[in-house]
């Protein structure tokens, strides 16, 4: 299930991430810009369904780590495959 970065302060809600990490980052870009580095009174990172209502599955875009770790997969299942194969 994906993440998202809540401000409740100027009620911004970031786009969703497939990691907590980049929730994370989304909110420490933002308390930068907006807030000068402050953290907002009740600012989170909340842990979203992908079909709910608010959830915006289709502005997901893959963050460094997430194309990392889809690399990584990627990556392990054709090894897999070729040595299934080749032995
Ligand atoms: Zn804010």
Known sequence: MPYMYNCPRCGTTS???MGRYGAQEHGRRHRRIRHGGD?????????VPWRSP????FSWRPTKGDAIAIAVTV???VWGV?????T
Do not use: D, K, N
């Not at 953290?39 to 842990?47: D, N, S």
């Not at 070729?82 to 080749?86: G, I």
């Open 82 to 86: 070729w040595h299934q194969v080749t």
């Open 54 to 57: 608010s959830s915006r599955a």
């Open 75 to 77: 990556f392990l299942v």
């Open 39 to 47: 953290f907002p009174t009740g600012e989170r990172i909340e842990h």
């Open 15 to 17: 786009r969703l991430y």
